[in-house]
């Protein structure tokens, strides 16, 4: 599944992020072959193919086959569209194997599949996590520990550019300079504050990576406790009331984009 933001770890190695009711699904078929191969059109399968081949070396099988994903997140816009794809393909992966692995051992294969195909900037550990255990969680991604994790019952709404951004390009320098605030957004997440933390995460994100912060302020108007930048963009995100999301889908419909209602998912990934 997708996941949104609370607070990006670029700036300081911890990260926390919930889960979002949008779907990703992965196919992995073992024929033999001796090799790997990705079936995704149009998409880089760099990802999902070392997915699968880090999942056979962790249970020393040799054989090669094919992985194949779907997905309803909308790429390279900080929904976490590559760790719900690593996620999948991991998953799709034990089971084709019939085997068994503990969920986190799972996340830990995915961050080390990104990492390897270059598509993050820390592991997006935090990201992982959500997107495989549902609920929010907040992370240690330098230590890859997961700190807290808990249910959260919420809609949600996401304001999705057209534009999209890769994590791989972000000014990593001007992020690090934000780091005491970004020590702040930990705080605040830490002690179960999440909606004050995303908010403040959003707009010192959006400061320092030279991106729109009016959807947050479209979002506060509307008396939104928690809205902020979804990675590092292009997407937002705000926990919302039922009263108050109408009011808000017509606010950030205004700024363009495709708006999207979903929900915290608190689910969690699953085999098969």
């Not at 999209?164 to 300079?177: A, C, F, P, Q, W």
């Not at 005491?180 to 995303?198: I, K, S």
Request: proline share 3%; glycine share 10%.
């Amino acid at each position: 599944m997708g996941a949104a933001t609370v607070l990006n770890a670029v700036a300081n190695w911890k990260g926390s992020a919930f889960g979002i009711d949008l779907k990703t699904t992965a196919e992995v078929v073992l024929d033999g072959s001796p090799k790997v191969r990705g079936e995704i059109p149009g998409i880089d399968d760099r990802l999902v193919v070392r997915s699968v081949e880090l999942v056979l070396e962790r249970f020393g099988s040799d054989c090669g086959g094919t992985v194949r994903t779907t997905s309803q997140i909308p790429l390279a816009r900080g929904l976490k569209s590559s760790s719900a794809a690593a996620n999948a393909a991991v998953l799709a992966t034990v089971d084709a194997l019939s085997e068994e692995l503990e969920l986190l051992e799972a996340v830990k294969i995915g961050v080390r599949a990104a990492r390897d195909a270059g598509v993050t900037i820390t592991g997006a550990f935090d990201d992982a996590a959500a997107s495989m255990l549902g609920g929010v969680v907040v992370t240690d991604n330098k230590r890859m520990e997961l700190l807290r994790r808990e249910d959260l019952i919420s809609a949600v709404l996401l304001l999705v550019p057209e534009i999209k951004i890769y994590s791989r390009n972000t000014d990593v320098g001007r992020s690090h300079l934000i780091a005491p605030l970004a020590d702040l957004v930990f705080d605040l997440a830490m002690r179960g504050e999440y909606g004050r933390a995303m908010t403040l995460n959003g707009l010192i994100y959006c400061a320092a990576l030279d991106l729109p912060n009016d959807p947050i302020f479209a979002a506060l108007e509307v008396g939104v406790d928690g809205a902020s930048l979804s990675g590092t963009g292009p997407a937002y995100a705000a926990l919302v009331g039922d009263d108050e999301v109408d009011e808000l889908e017509a606010a950030w419909r205004d700024l363009g984009g495709k708006v999207i209602r979903t929900e915290v998912n608190n689910m969690g990934a699953s085999f098969g």
